[in-house]
């Protein structure tokens, strides 16, 4: 297991050249709301003081993987990295009114926090650094509205997606801080664009790699699962992808009303011993479910060189087996009646 622990600036991070942070198909939604948005809030200004001798602030770690297209999946941090990206889109709005002499400077500080820039186009608005793949997160529309460089503030308010309402939080906050501390406006916009707030972010070799270590460091939280990454290498491949995903939906539901099913990662541990019997593997070793469909080794793996993720009836099968997991009594009482 190879990757490589790295300190970097908020600022730094996000307005780095090329970089193009990814929240991968199955991640799950943005859960941040109002709360932890006011938690964090708090924490800087207790860090920011009057102005004067403000020190460093660790934000939390990152740990992300660099995919085949050189982006930067994450695989933990989702919820600061989108937060933050929402609060440089608060800062970026306000000095749209900004007066002139000052604008300029921190319009483009801001604004390579959130999109790509280069010295004879400035910033380019249609590249921003991050993009939402979530399938089953409803308001991926409102954080690409947010991410466009003209927004609407008066739909914004109306709005109930969190993108929108912890940007408008950010928003409101800054207004209120410009106005009753207008002495001090310019010292916190250069504390958010300087070497004060850090990550610790932690780029890895490989998908397994950086599951190994989030999972270590979120013990206290909810580890993505094996069922979460099979349920984004599917998404990429199937035609109906809405379809897919109010289906993925309805099985979660299942499982979560469930008193027999302990989650999804059991359905595909379950898929994985047919296949295997089918195919006459008696072998005792037990395989690493997501390496058994997706790693291309035959006489191990054969599960991803088959192709049983992407066939037509997978998802048919793994719908039955949770139904039959969740009521196995009725399996066997209509299994009984055959024999009386």
């Not at 307005?15 to 800087?44: A, H, M």
């Not at 410009?178 to 406006?185: E, G």
Request: with cysteine; hydrophobic share 35%.
């Amino acid at each position: 297991m190879e990757f490589k622990p790295k300190k970097e600036y908020v600022c730094k991070l996000l307005s780095d050249e090329g970089v193009k942070f990814v929240i991968p198909e199955y991640q799950r939604p943005y859960r941040w709301g109002i709360d932890e948005c006011e938690t964090l809030w708090n924490d800087i200004l207790e860090v920011f003081g009057d102005g004067e001798n403000i020190s460093e602030y660790f934000l939390g770690s990152i740990v992300a993987y660099q995919n085949d297209k050189n982006e930067l999946e994450i695989i933990d941090g989702q919820q600061r990295i989108t937060t933050f990206t929402l609060f440089f889109r608060a800062f970026y709005e306000h000095f749209q009114s900004e007066r002139a002499n000052v604008k300029t400077s921190y319009l483009e500080g801001f604004g390579k926090c959130i999109w790509e820039y280069d010295l004879d186009h400035g910033l380019d608005y249609s590249k921003s650094h991050l993009s939402s793949r979530v399938i089953t997160d409803c308001d991926n529309i409102i954080l690409n509205e947010l991410l466009n460089k003209e927004i609407n503030l008066e739909n914004l308010q109306k709005s109930n997606s969190r993108y929108a309402k912890n940007f408008n939080f950010f928003y409101d906050k800054l207004l209120e801080f410009k106005t009753t501390r207008p002495l001090q406006w310019e010292m916190l916009c250069k504390m958010f664009l300087s070497k004060t707030l850090f990550t610790l972010i932690v780029i890895c070799d490989s998908q397994e790699s950086a599951m190994t270590i989030f999972n270590t460091l979120n013990s206290r939280g909810l580890p993505l699962s094996n069922a979460d990454i099979l349920k984004g290498y599917i998404y990429k491949r199937v035609s109906h992808k809405n379809e897919f995903a109010n289906e993925w939906k309805e099985l979660e539901a299942k499982i979560d009303e469930s008193n027999n099913i302990k989650n999804l990662d059991f359905l595909f541990l379950q898929f994985m011993h047919v296949i295997r019997a089918e195919n006459k593997d008696f072998d005792t070793t037990t395989h690493s479910v997501l390496n058994f469909f997706t790693k291309s080794d035959k006489k191990v793996y054969y599960g991803a060189i088959d192709n049983w993720l992407y066939r037509d009836n997978t998802m048919y099968f793994i719908k039955s087996l949770a139904n039959f997991w969740d009521k196995p009594e009725n399996y066997l009482s209509d299994l009984s009646n055959k024999y009386m």
